[in-house]
């Protein structure tokens, strides 16, 4: 589900520059999903991809490759554990 704070923003699209936060479970995906539209942030849940390891949860959040600091952070003041994928990294 592509998700957004603003209408104004709805519009985006990922595109090869998006960046995927992934969790350990479900509910702490979830839970970031909606710690990012909290803070006005476009996100869109996704399935994890395959390359990565099956010890996360089958959910990943994306977000704009741009906003990956401020994400971060976020996450780490909400303390939110995660990891993030990037294809090509």
């Known amino acids: 589900m592509d998700r957004t704070a603003n209408d104004d923003d709805a ?4 595109g090869s520059g998006a960046l ?3 969790f350990r479970t479900t509910h702490a995906a979830l839970g970031a999903e909606e710690t990012l539209i909290d803070a006005g942030f476009w996100c869109d849940v996704v399935p994890r991809p395959p390359a990565v390891t ?11 490759a ?3 600091a401020a994400v971060e952070r976020l996450f780490a ?6 990891e993030t994928y990037q294809a090509g990294e």
């Open 20 to 22: 995927l936060f992934l």
């Open 54 to 64: 099956t010890e996360l949860c089958g959910l990943a959040i994306e977000v704009r």
């Open 11 to 14: 519009t985006r699209q990922a």
């Open 66 to 68: 741009t906003d990956r």
């Open 77 to 82: 003041n909400t303390g939110l554990a995660f």
